[in-house]
């Protein structure tokens, strides 16, 4: 028997509470029993989005609704500039051309943050820029934008700021009203703790007068559309019934813990990781800006990129590896989503193990050792029991 864990960076692991959600009978979804439910759902997926605009929930992976934010804003041959830090920042880019649009690119080293000045340097250059695109966290890369300083820019302008969330949302404190974000994007597989399949965003005011001029062509995604029917409490098209059954309850488990805490876990975790990755002489991919959902360790000397395999098919570890150039070269540790302090330990006990599986050093328990002090930090105290 090879007893599974899944660490990577979406799909994530389901709880069982979502699961079972997940697993009642389909129930039809033009019904006020669906449209109950459905409204939960709305009310709480605000509550995660900390905004008082509609959340809108999509079929579709997260790359749909990438897709609806920059269809939904703009018209062919209108300007957007594109924060291009990695595989995820590329996707803005290739979308946006898809449609026509005028794609300015800012490319940022990988590894690193886009630097906020760089940004206000390309929306001075082109006063005319509709869009930025940006992630909040950069999962090829594992690194954290500084989102809150672009926001701080486009406020102050007649640009948009489109936010993919995919992996920030639930993971850390990206407050898309307080901070002026325009569109905030994220998808069911991530911290979610949902299999893959639904996206939701948010448009604030700024980007609803957009949509009510903009001509790209655009039918399923049609979020106009979306939000007459969601209002209703139902969709345009036929929903995901039970990824939002299992959303109800996803959502559910999170405000018992705490959104406060949801995020402090995250960090911790992260803190946990990169703590182990160093102690063990390992390289950060983002050690400057390192992303709370997911850790990029370069793999030492001497050390393949198939351990990612082998860890996956012989030891039951799924990592994720590297993408573009860094494929090969190195291993993307993930923490988000259904994740606690014994995953973390998990992860580094496999991670040492197969490093010395492939003849590297290994002084084992120096990882998990650095991991454990950090991880203290989560420990209840023992008078509460
Ligand atoms: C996973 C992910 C996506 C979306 O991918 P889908 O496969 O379409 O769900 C987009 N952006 C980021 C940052 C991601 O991590």
């Not at 209002?231 to 999170?254: D, E, F, K, N, Y």
């Not at 989503?337 to 002084?363: Q, R």
């Amino acid at each position: 028997m090879l007893k599974k864990y899944l660490l990577a960076p979406g799909p994530t692991p389901v709880p069982p509470e979502v699961l079972l959600a997940m697993a009642q009978p389909i129930i039809h979804h033009r019904t006020p029993q669906f449209e109950a439910v459905f409204a939960e759902v709305q009310a709480g997926l605000q509550r995660l989005f900390q905004t008082r605009e509609d959340v809108l929930i999509l079929a579709s992976s997260g790359t749909g609704a990438m897709e609806a934010a920059v269809i939904n804003t703009t018209s062919p041959g209108d300007r957007v500039l594109v924060v291009n830090g990695g595989k995820f920042g590329e996707r803005w880019g290739k979308i946006a051309a898809a449609y026509g649009l005028t794609v300015s690119e800012l490319k940022v080293e990988w590894g690193r943050a886009v630097e906020p000045e760089a940004v206000a340097r390309a929306l001075r250059e082109h006063p005319d820029t509709r869009l930025v695109l940006v992630q909040a966290t950069e999962t090829s890369t594992t690194v954290l934008h500084p989102v809150d300083a672009i926001a701080r820019l486009t406020r102050a302008s007649d640009t948009l700021l489109v936010v993919d969330g995919i992996t920030a949302v639930g993971v850390l404190d990206l407050p898309m009203d307080a901070l002026g974000i325009d569109v905030l994007i994220t998808g069911s597989q991530k911290a979610l703790m949902l299999p893959p399949g639904l996206a939701f965003l948010a448009l604030s005011e700024r980007a609803w007068r957009a949509n009510a001029s903009a001509k790209t062509p655009r039918f399923y995604f049609d979020l106009k559309r979306e939000r007459d029917n969601q209002r209703q409490h139902t969709t345009a098209w036929t929903p995901a019934i039970s990824l939002v059954s299992g959303t109800h309850a996803a959502l559910r488990l999170m405000f018992a813990e705490g959104l406060e805490a949801v995020f402090a876990r995250h960090a911790r975790l992260a803190r946990a990781t990169r703590a182990a990755a160093q102690a063990l002489g390992l390289r950060l991919v983002a050690p400057e800006c390192p992303s709370p959902a997911t850790t990029g360790i370069y793999l030492p000397e001497g050390v393949p990129g198939k351990i990612v395999g082998y860890l996956r098919d012989k030891v039951g570890i799924t990592f994720a590896g590297g993408q573009g150039h860094l494929k090969g070269k190195i291993v993307r540790v993930a923490h988000l989503g259904y994740i606690g302090t014994f995953d973390v330990v998990t992860a580094i006990a496999a991670l040492e193990m197969g490093l010395a599986a492939y003849g590297h050093s290994v002084a084992f328990g120096t990882g998990v050792g650095a991991a454990e002090a950090v991880l203290m930090d989560g420990m209840p105290p023992v008078g509460a029991v």
